[in-house]
């Protein structure tokens, strides 16, 4: 067999495994607290021992990083397309708006784990991968209101950077109210009505 074949199969094998270990988390973050898992958590759930998901990921901390890592790269990309797709520049923060309370309706495990991961006292790479994809998308949110603005569609003289920091704090106020009501399901009919009073915000002269 070519040795590159078998290192190719290897790596994918260890891959997927890795994507499993992240979906793992994932699904355990909705129904444990994320700081009570445990990498024996992980591996039971998989019907691993804990030396395998080590032989995956070589920390608890490596892990944590990945599952950062897979909600930026698929929150940003799913956010980054709606934007794209949408016809004017308003119609793409309703979009991103819409789209980021589908993905926590979706994966609620998702703001519980970062949540639990901001409140650490200590600066920690989870926390600046965290901070990256908060500014990633605060770029996102800029472009879109000056677009916006520009073709008149809030108010003249904007407080563009109060309206991003808004627009985030109100997907924020969702989904802690998401997380003490103990499910999602409302989360898409209450981010629309939250979404209305934000267009008139935005909308009104200041």
Do not use: C
């Not at 949540?115 to 990633?136: C, I, W, Y």
């Amino acid at each position: 067999m070519n040795p590159s074949t078998t290192s190719t199969r290897t790596r994918l094998s260890t891959e997927t495994r890795q994507a499993e270990i992240v979906d793992t988390v994932l699904n355990l973050s909705d129904s444990v607290g994320p700081g009570a898992i445990t990498t024996v958590d992980i591996a039971r759930n998989l019907g691993l021992t804990q030396g395998a998901v080590f032989k995956h990921f070589p920390t608890k901390d490596a892990i944590w990083l990945a599952v950062i890592g897979w909600v930026e790269s698929h929150l940003l990309s799913a956010l980054d397309a709606v934007a794209a797709a949408a016809p004017t520049p308003l119609a793409g923060l309703q979009a991103v708006f819409m789209k980021h309370a589908r993905f926590v309706a979706k994966h609620p495990g998702v703001p519980r784990l970062i949540f639990n991961e901001l409140q650490k006292p200590k600066d920690t790479p989870v926390k600046r991968r965290a901070r990256g994809m908060q500014e990633s998308y605060r770029k996102l949110l800029m472009r879109l209101l000056t677009e916006a603005e520009k073709h008149g569609e809030v108010a003249a003289g904007l407080d563009r950077e109060g309206a991003a920091t808004l627009f985030i704090g109100a997907l924020q106020g969702l989904m802690f109210q998401a997380m003490l009501a103990g499910s999602t399901a409302k989360m898409e009919a209450e981010a629309r009505r939250v979404f209305a009073l934000y267009l008139n915000a935005v909308r009104e002269s200041s």
